[in-house]
């Protein structure tokens, strides 16, 4: 298709997500809710229900963290330290800070930083167990200092966690680890069940069931705050006719494995489309999970751009969760687009770079959520908190401002509260 034909409401709709439909976000509100209800015995029979857990007890035990870490071969574990080094290296200098401000003479406004006090941390382990998940969302709540840091992982078919998952938490220090997943989880996390501690903020992709959770949770009163909107994944590709096309369907294809309903886009300032195409059946073919590459390529898009200014165009339209520049001067483009996740520049930056240990946080905002949303930081895992003192000194200063400005909005109790102590600092004075 070709995005100077298409009219806005043709262009809107190009980048609307496939979302839960309705029978998965009742069913997963069921679960939610039922957890809440019932508690212990509800996490229990889902589990059962939908995992065949047969267990008594979700918490993994801290020998066999210990005994997964043992067994891992060597170069697993390599990799894994060498990409929470990277990753807590880029997360190191983040972080919101205290300030200290004399807003008026004699009243000093402070902004105090501290930790969430506690978060559970959702990594996936169906399919395909995201190792890299929870590297991504420990770290920084590390960094944060978060006093409490719950890990909810999916047990297998046996019942047991994914070692490779164990072996990482193993190396990241972590001990509150759960075998439990889906959207009983989510309750249980959200309510404190089964063992699971009721968290102040739930992090972590997940399936379709999972994000409704989430987002079901979030908006109870009292209920937990989640990480950001979450939905499929996302890339997309801006290509020219320099790009080479075994790169180009590579990185599309590194999306579509992940999920069918993952969105993959190519934006193509004169690529070489046939050739590109070529390359993706070439390269499908060879993929262990090429039926689930296949079922999301298949609502793939290729939009054709006139020029570079139109595939800024298309990008800031997209808000794509992954934007992968592999045109000439890449970098001038990447500075123009200010709603994607992340941007990868170059034809020698592959996504998979930034999913595993490059550094920055791969859980990313979807859904053309990037608008207005960025990706986990550790800022992500803290809050702040305002604090004002005024001297007696202070409070005369400010009180006529505050007596005006309440006499405008007809708030007599505010005058009032504000006269009171301006005539006391008066004749403290």
């Known amino acids: 298709m070709t995005w100077s034909e298409l009219d806005a409401l043709q262009r809107e709709a190009l980048f609307t997500s496939p979302s839960a439909n309705d029978p998965i976000r009742d069913a997963a509100v069921e679960i939610v809710e039922t957890v809440r209800r019932e508690g212990d015995k509800a996490v229990f029979e889902y589990a059962r229900r939908f995992d065949e857990f047969d267990g008594s007890d979700f918490r993994v035990s801290e020998s066999d963290i210990e005994t997964a870490c043992l067994n891992a071969p060597r170069e697993d574990i390599a990799a894994m330290q ?32 501290d930790p969430i006090r506690s978060v559970g941390l959702y990594v996936p ?67 404190g069940a089964a063992d699971l501690p009721r968290v102040d903020k739930i992090f972590g992709p997940g399936n379709a069931w999972v994000a409704a959770a989430k987002s ?22 801006i290509a020219d006719g320099g790009a080479r096309p075994d790169f180009v369907a590579a990185d599309l294809l590194a999306q579509a494995e992940h999920d ?51 595939a800024i165009e298309i990008a800031n339209a997209a808000c794509p969760e992954h934007l992968i520049i592999q045109t000439e001067a890449p970098q001038e483009i990447a500075s123009s687009v200010q709603t994607a996740g992340a941007i990868f520049i170059g034809a020698w930056t592959p996504e998979s770079m930034g ?7 791969h859980t990313l905002p979807t859904g053309r959520a990037g608008r207005a949303w960025s990706g986990v930081t550790v ?34 109790a505010h005058h009032i509260a504000m006269t009171l102590r301006a005539q006391g600092g008066r004749n403290d004075g």
């Open 355 to 361: 999913d595993y240990a490059a550094g920055p946080n």
């Open 125 to 191: 382990a169906g399919t395909a167990p995201l190792v890299s998940t929870l590297i991504m969302l420990a770290v920084p709540a590390q960094i944060a200092r978060v006093p409490e840091i719950a890990v909810a992982i999916p047990a297998g078919p046996s019942g047991q966690v994914n070692g490779a998952v164990l072996a990482a938490a193993s190396l990241l220090g972590l001990q509150n680890i759960f075998a439990v997943g889906g959207a009983q989880a989510i309750g249980a996390l959200a309510f």
């Open 82 to 113: 060498l990409a929470i080094g990277a990753v807590r290296k880029f997360h190191e200098p983040q972080g919101l800070s205290d300030s200290s401000v004399e807003t008026w003479p004699g009243v000093t406004c402070r902004r105090r930083v």
């Open 260 to 310: 069918p309903l993952a969105q993959t886009v190519l934006v193509s300032i004169d690529a070489d489309i046939a050739a590109i195409e070529t390359e993706l059946a070439r390269q499908l073919a060879g993929l262990p999970r090429q039926d689930i590459a296949a079922a999301a390529l298949e609502h793939g898009k290729i939009i054709l751009a006139s020029d570079r200014k139109e």
């Open 216 to 237: 079901h949770v979030s908006m109870l009163p009292g209920g937990p705050a989640i990480d950001l909107p979450a939905g499929p994944s996302e890339v997309l590709v």
């Open 379 to 412: 800022e992500s895992f803290q809050r702040t908190t305002t604090l004002i003192e005024a001297s007696a000194g202070g409070a005369a200063a400010i009180a006529p401002t505050v007596e005006t400005l309440a006499r405008l909005e007809g708030l007599d």
